[in-house]
């Protein structure tokens, strides 16, 4: 009965822990999976490309598909709309795939509002707030006026851990990865309320 639908993995994690590394690291050993690819207004980042990283659209076109609720969840961050279309999602789900969000912390509020009962959560960091900052700086991506912006959103983002399954400090990629299989398999086992409800009351009727 487990095996008949898909479910929902969420990572969120302050910009520069390594999420994107961890999920290409790991695609290969969990299974059919649906990596959710956010619509976002920022520029693109150079070795950026649409449709592999993000789907990048104006701010114009963002406002119109929300006005048309075509996302799962839309946050502003860092002055950037960054949002979940909801088609390809039902769709993954219905083809029993493992959908994989990299979200931040308002869109796991969102995701958890409407699909709590198949979604496991992890949220992922550095081992300290320095290590972050000298990961920002080393990727050489970011103005150091958004550096800073995105330390303090890290300092805000970590008070939320308590609201996650599991926690994941990337020290160590070979043995964050390890982990994070772990917890994407064990994602997949996890049944939904509806699913559950059927299963009691065919046990019971069996009796």
Not at 30 to 36: A, L
Not at 43 to 69: C, L, W
Not at 128 to 147: G, H, M
Not at 178 to 183: G, S, T, Y
């Amino acid at each position: 009965m487990n095996t008949k639908s898909g479910a929902i993995l969420v990572l969120s994690g302050p910009s520069g822990a390594g999420k994107s590394s961890l999920i290409r690291k790991i695609m290969d050993d969990i299974g059919p999976i649906y990596f959710s690819i956010s619509t976002t207004t920022r520029a693109m980042r150079e070795g950026e490309a649409d449709g592999r990283d993000y789907h990048f659209v104006t701010k114009e076109v963002f406002a119109q598909e929300i006005e048309e609720e075509m996302f799962l969840e839309y946050a502003v961050v860092h002055g950037n709309y960054y949002g979940t279309s909801l088609g390809p999602v039902k769709k993954a789900l219905k083809e029993g795939k493992l959908v994989i969000f990299d979200i931040d912390v308002q869109g796991h509020d969102a995701v958890q509002n409407r699909l709590s009962d198949i979604t496991t959560s992890v949220f992922i960091t550095t081992p300290t707030l320095q290590e972050l900052k000298t990961r920002l700086l080393n990727r050489s991506t970011d103005s150091d006026e958004v550096i800073a912006k995105r330390l303090e959103m890290a300092k805000r983002e970590v008070q939320r851990i308590s609201e996650y399954d599991f926690l994941i400090v990337n020290d160590d990629l070979d043995e964050a990865a390890a982990v994070l299989v772990n917890i994407a398999k064990a994602a997949r086992m996890k049944i939904p309320t509806l699913q559950i409800n059927e299963f009691v009351q065919t046990w019971e009727e069996k009796a």
